[in-house]
């Protein structure tokens, strides 16, 4: 087992099927697809199963220096382990939802998804600062071909911006890795989030990475190509773009920008909570005002990954696990809420919420699905998402008490978007005709939603299960990166002495409801 | 030293130039009926010079008193030459049998020859006469080639275009040398090489002659590179030329091109690097962002190509602008990459002709190509996303490479504005990827038989797919060795 290449294996299933998916017909093509990615799945499990938990930092570990300059290092630790399991569950899902919408060349399409699930895991598992950057960045060439191919009206703008904004904020980063490489003398990300960088570098660095992960995460103000790329990709397209793209850029904070750059990090704090909480505010206004509903998913997307990036840069056990948990459970629930779009656009082929009304009567089932997503996004306790922000905010309260503050707005404000969007389409009288005559979930469709359900709920109810791969890897970084940890404003400060307690007591009663 | 061994070392020129001589001669007296044999002759007088490149060629040193350098250098150049003379030889018959008219002449490969000899000449260069006499027997057949379908008047105005601005060129990198040799006595590199060492640049007591000397230099390698500001010849060119010749101008005269001003810069003027990286890192970001932004408007794939050379040599110049054994690996591995797409490009640009056989060129014209010949748009799509430098296809690692070496000499900036421009570049790349993926079908491309252009243009997309990062380690053994003849 010690010696057996399972990443590397996980690797080049995908990679062939792509390749063998380009020779063969629409059908076989489809059942291909699903069986790599099924046996991508179970050997995800398997990979599961074999994680020690409180083992060593990095497991799996594979070298093989056959680049020269760079190194094939493969290998995971707690947060590659949950982020590269959400991957290989979502992707059978992904296949199965694309079974029936995508009629148009088939075989290039479950080709570029193969692609894509080969990019998303070697990403994770990279252990070399540019076999990182190799997979990062190609991710953009399948994503640019279904946006393009297989999108919607206006897709080609969509994949133009989707693939220069994200182009542009890599590059930066690849300078940064240059100078990183050069400076550390070596391009084992292990071995690189042990060096200390001088400080005034460290800034310059800091904010190549942030380029790269802002634009990917994404954050306000380099959001804008979000919303465009969500509402033209086909539905698979969008599940794994929110699913598992948007978590490159967390990934990228907690395993560069945090360990790699402290001292940067811990100075430069306040820029990513204002951007954030910019983000958490504004995001969910506009999304309340949305019309089309792919669009109100992709800017709840941005204010859920905001609370991500607080709780990352909380430094503390909180904020990160909190962080953590928010990007699996935002890529279980807005892949979910892409698939619930997708299946009533299955159906009627409009995206706008006023064509629908009344689901709750002609599809039950339907309904029932959505509103357990949705309640999951709003952060019901019980599903995933409450965990993940509990205890991001808990973490952001610790460290700044306005910018909890002001980022629990969010929550407040994403319950009245998501719940506005489900009265409109699910209760209420049926809309039309059409509306009436929409069949509720097939199987197929069943099959796609209830293994979501269940991870979510699991998520809520026990989620000790995702909390103990990752906790020695928390503790690990928070040893790295607690000296340079910012100043807290959440502290408790020393009282007034007893005698002029009571004489105050009134006044002291006043100051703390002013808090 | 004998004159045996000056002549071994020159044995690769001494094989071309014999050669040519000999096959000009079978033309003369052959006709059209011996092109076919006179090709296949040069194929393989092309691979004779590189066979000879074996031994004392490419580590025997200085030859015929330090006139010419038969270095690791040298040779490494003159193996991409020599590949890239023989694609655009063998890209050349099934071209000009198509087009009406013109059929391909005998000539055609011994101008090759000939213009390869001349190339040769260029990277092995160690003195400002050899220099110009490599460059020149180089640019004659080059003029000659571009104006190569007689009857086609694009074709002539290129050919004309070409001639009067590389004479221009010539006569300022004359003025350049004549500079230089009033100031140091010398045309010898190594002799320059001294005098800039022993003359300040700066202060009072710098030496304006030489500065200049050096400035015009520069200028007139500027313009042989097509370096932006001395690029406008080369759309018109490109675009007129027939597709093999431009396919052959775009690769191995910009190596030649690019060996012969990284010597200049580095064995000649190596004591100056302060005063000539201006220059370069000047040209190097005017060449990528006007390549890049002046490509988006156009509409013929030759034209966007001969955009996306200058863009090319602009990343190309970045490495040299580092002046370090890093920079000038890099500026070798970049050209190894860079030939390879693009001939692999042109040879796909070959394949587009209407149902009659006519070539087309226009972009619109490869509209929904993923659809009629899907393993054609997928070659051109992976050189389009490899000139664009996006991983993992091997175009990322040139562009690593130069970047690489930039930023271990320290110039951050140009790293930094040099990449950032490149994003500029992906977008008509992506431009083509779109028309070929994203649009309607156009009539498709009729089927070509040719199994040799087939076989080249798998090979070349094969060399830039992701298994061409197996090639890393040995690419980066021959590049070092290769850089470190010039230090």
Not at chain 1, 95 to 121: C, D, H, K, Q
Not at chain 1, 453 to 471: C, I, T
Not at chain 2, 264 to 280: F, H, L, N, Y
Not at chain 2, 479 to 487: C, E, G, M, N, V
Request: aromatic letters at 12%; one cysteine or more; a neutral charge.
């Amino acid at each position: 087992m010690e010696n057996f290449p399972i990443l590397s294996i996980m690797l080049v299933v995908p990679a062939l099927a792509a390749a063998a998916c380009l020779f063969l017909s629409d059908e076989n093509a489809r059942r291909l697809a699903l069986a790599a990615t099924l046996v991508d799945f179970v050997l995800g499990c398997v990979l599961w199963a074999g994680y020690q938990i409180g083992g060593p930092q990095w497991q799996f570990v594979e070298y093989a220096p056959v680049f020269g300059r760079f190194a094939w290092a493969l290998g995971i630790d707690g947060f590659a382990l949950l982020l590269i399991m959400l991957s290989v569950f979502l992707m059978p899902i992904c296949i199965g939802a694309s079974w029936r919408s995508i009629t148009t060349r088939v075989p290039e399409y479950m080709a570029a998804f193969l692609f894509t699930e080969v990019l998303m895991i070697g990403t994770f598992a990279a252990q070399d600062l540019f076999l990182f950057y190799v997979f990062f960045e190609a991710g953009l060439i399948p994503m640019y071909l279904i946006i393009g191919i297989w999108g919607g009206a206006n897709r080609i703008y969509a994949s133009y911006k989707f693939f220069l904004y994200t182009l542009l904020g890599s590059v930066l980063m690849l300078i940064a890795m240059l100078y990183m490489a050069n400076k550390a003398g070596t391009t084992s990300i292990p071995a690189l989030m042990a060096y200390d960088f001088p400080p005034q570098a460290q800034t310059w660095l800091w904010l190549a990475f942030f380029a790269s992960f802002a634009v990917k995460m994404p954050m306000w103000p380099v959001h804008t190509w979000l919303p465009d790329a969500h509402v033209q990709a086909p539905t698979a397209g969008s599940v794994i773009l929110a699913g598992v793209l948007l978590k490159l850029g967390g990934y990228g904070f907690l395993r560069f920008s945090l360990p790699m750059l402290p001292e940067a990090s811990g100075q430069l704090t306040w820029l990513v909570f204002a951007l954030s909480a910019v983000a958490v505010i504004y995001t969910s206004l506009v999304a309340l005002v949305q019309s089309d509903m792919k669009k109100l998913i992709a800017y709840s997307s941005v204010a859920h990954m905001a609370i991500v990036t607080i709780g990352l840069f909380a430094f503390n056990r909180q904020g990160i696990e909190g962080a953590m948990m928010v990007m699996l459970g935002h890529g279980l629930v807005s892949g979910a809420l892409f698939l619930c779009v997708g299946v009533i656009y299955d159906r009627l082929h409009t995206r706008e919420i006023s064509r629908y009304g009344g689901l709750a009567i002609t599809m039950p089932r339907y309904a029932l699905f959505f509103l357990l997503f949705t309640m999951a996004s709003v952060g019901l306790p019980g599903t995933s998402n409450f965990v993940g922000e509990l205890l991001a905010l808990m973490g952001t309260y610790e460290r700044s008490t306005l910018i909890a503050l002001l980022c629990t707005t969010g929550i407040i404000l994403g319950a009245a978007y998501m719940l506005y969007l489900y009265r409109r389409i699910a209760f209420g009288e049926v809309k039309s005709e059409e509306v009436a005559a929409m069949p509720d979930l097939s199987s197929r469709e069943l099959w796609l939603l209830a293994p979501i359900a269940v991870v979510v709920l699991w998520m809520g109810v026990y989620p000790e299960s995702f909390l103990a791969p990752m906790r020695k890897d928390v503790a690990v970084l928070l040893a790295r990166i607690d000296r340079a940890a910012p100043p807290s404003d959440s502290q408790p400060t020393p009282g007034k002495p007893i005698a002029a307690a009571a004489a105050t007591l009134h006044h002291a009663a006043a100051t703390e409801g002013a808090h | 030293m004998s004159y045996a061994a000056n002549l071994a070392m020159t044995l690769p020129e001494l094989v071309l130039g014999l050669g040519a001589i000999a096959l000009m001669l079978v033309a003369a007296w052959g006709g059209q009926q011996s092109t076919r044999a006179v090709s296949i002759a040069s194929v393989f007088v092309l691979a004779g010079a590189c066979v000879a490149l074996a031994g004392p060629a490419s580590s025997g040193g200085a030859a015929f008193d330090g006139l010419y350098r038969a270095d690791a250098f040298a040779a490494f150049a003159k193996v991409l030459i020599y590949v890239a003379s023989a694609v655009a030889i063998i890209m050349a018959p099934d071209f000009f049998r198509r087009t009406a008219g013109d059929d391909l002449k005998p000539e055609y490969p011994v101008l090759i020859l000939l213009s390869a000899c001349g190339m040769g000449i260029m990277v092995s260069a160690a003195d400002l006469l050899t220099l110009y006499v490599g460059l020149e027997l180089q640019s004659l057949a080059a003029y000659v080639l571009a104006s190569f379908m007689r009857r086609d008047t694009r074709s002539a105005e290129a050919g004309l275009k070409y001639f009067v601005l590389g004479a221009l060129a010539s006569g300022i990198l004359l003025y350049g040398i004549s500079l230089v040799y009033g100031f140091t006595g010398t045309t010898l590199f190594d002799g320059i090489a001294g005098a800039y060492a022993a003359t300040p640049m700066s202060g009072e007591a710098k030496s304006l002659g030489l500065l200049f000397g050096l400035v015009f230099i520069f200028a007139g390698l500027a313009f042989k590179l097509a370096a932006v500001p001395f690029h406008m010849w080369t759309p018109d060119v490109y675009q007129g030329a027939p597709t093999p010749v431009t396919a052959f101008f775009a690769s191995a005269p910009k190596v030649a091109a690019i060996g012969l001003a990284t010597r200049v810069a580095i064995e000649a003027m190596g004591s100056a690097t302060d005063q000539w990286r201006q220059i370069v890192i000047f040209a190097a970001l005017a060449s990528i962002v006007l390549g890049a932004v002046a490509a988006i408007g156009q509409s013929n794939v030759k034209r966007l190509l001969a955009y996306s050379s200058i863009n090319n040599v602009g990343f190309a110049l970045v490495g040299l602008a580092c002046g370090t054994p890093e920079g000038v690996s890099g500026v070798l591995t970049y050209m190894v990459i860079y030939i390879v797409m693009t001939l692999g490009s042109f040879l796909v640009v070959l394949q587009m002709r209407d149902e009659t056989g006519e070539p087309v060129e226009s972009i619109a014209s490869l509209s929904g190509l993923s659809r009629t010949r899907p393993g054609l748009a997928a070659a051109l799509a992976i050189f389009m996303f490899s000139l664009a430098g996006i991983p993992p296809l091997f175009g990322f690692w040139a562009k690593f490479a130069v970047f690489d070496a930039a930023v271990k000499a320290g110039l951050f900036p140009l790293a930094a504005v040099g990449i950032a421009a490149s994003v500029i570049g992906a977008y008509y790349y992506l431009r083509i990827v779109k028309t070929m993926y994203f649009d309607d079908p156009a009539p498709a491309f009729p089927r070509s038989e040719n199994k040799v252009e087939g076989g080249l243009i798998a090979l070349s997309a094969v060399f830039v797919s992701p298994l061409g990062y197996l090639l890393i380690p040995a690419l980066g053994v021959w590049t070092t060795a290769a850089a470190k003849a010039l230090f």
